[in-house]
T-cell receptor, first 117, second 108 residues
Framework: NAGVMQNPRHLVRRRGQEARLRCSPM?????VYWYRQLPEEGLKFMVY????????ESGMPKERFSAEFPKEGPSILRIQQVVRGDSAAYFC???????????????FGPGTRLTVL | AQTVTQSQPEMSVQEAETVTLSCTYD???????LFWYKQPPSRQMILVIR??????QNATENRFSVNFQKAAKSFSLKISDSQLGDAAMYFC?????FGKGTKLTVNP
């Protein structure tokens, strides 16, 4: 059973460009979480999604950031018009359908390191 | 909303010794879950241990155990017989809220 997959592992963008980060959850997992980790910081929750639904986006910046988890295919975190402050590691995690999603064990992907020049 | 505080930015331990990492949290929920995750230099987050708040018994996973004090909102991690492979960042989490982490160094 493959783990959570994220790609690309490293992404370099210039200011003003768009960044698209992809996450494929573990097989059988229906919930996806996105986190951002700044240098020397812990993970900051951004959003969690079920297939075709955003369940909680309380940690998502109001502008430029969006996330989706379509019926088919990976979850996408999209950052429009990137700025230098968006440089960070972005981690995706998934969890199975076993009760309240926020309480399930999350299985993390290896992360995408975004660098904005 | 939950908040998590890890007051020790760095800790070190001698190989084969025991070390305890501190964590306190705040939540308005009566039932919740707590986690310790390990992030080695490869940066892949790995679950170490999970505790359900309504269970009074402290969770244990091989050399890893927790001291869960619900009234004090404290959730410390004890690593026994420390090994070189235990060196990593350790993050405490209360559901979706993570602390800033403790960097553990294991000295041979």
């Amino acid at each position: 059973n493959a783990g959570v997959m994220q790609n690309p592992r490293h992404l370099v963008r210039r200011r003003g460009q768009e960044a698209r980060l992809r996450c494929s959850p573990m097989k059988g997992h229906s919930h996806v979480y996105w986190y951002r980790q700044l240098p020397e910081e812990g993970l900051k929750f951004m959003v969690y999604l079920q297939k075709e639904n955003i369940i909680d986006e309380s940690g998502m910046p109001k502008e430029r950031f969006s996330a989706e988890f379509p019926k088919e295919g990976p979850s996408i975190l999209r950052i429009q018009q990137v700025v230098r402050g968006d440089s960070a590691a972005y981690f995706c995690a998934s969890s199975p359908i076993t009760g309240v999603p926020r309480t399930d064990t999350q299985y993390f992907g290896p992360g995408t390191r975004l660098t904005v020049l | 909303a939950q908040t998590v505080t890890q007051s020790q930015p760095e800790m070190s331990v001698q190989e084969a010794e025991t070390v305890t990492l501190s964590c306190t949290y705040d939540t308005s929920e009566s039932d919740y879950y707590l986690f310790w995750y390990k992030q080695p230099p490869s940066r892949q987050m790995i679950l170490v241990i999970r505790q359900e708040a309504y269970k009074q018994q402290n969770a244990t996973e091989n050399r890893f155990s927790v001291n869960f004090q619900k009234a004090a909102k404290s959730f410390s991690l004890k690593i026994s017989d420390s090994q070189l492979g235990d060196a990593a960042m350790y993050f405490c989490a209360c559901e979706l809220a993570f602390g800033k982490g403790t960097k553990l160094t294991v000295n041979p």
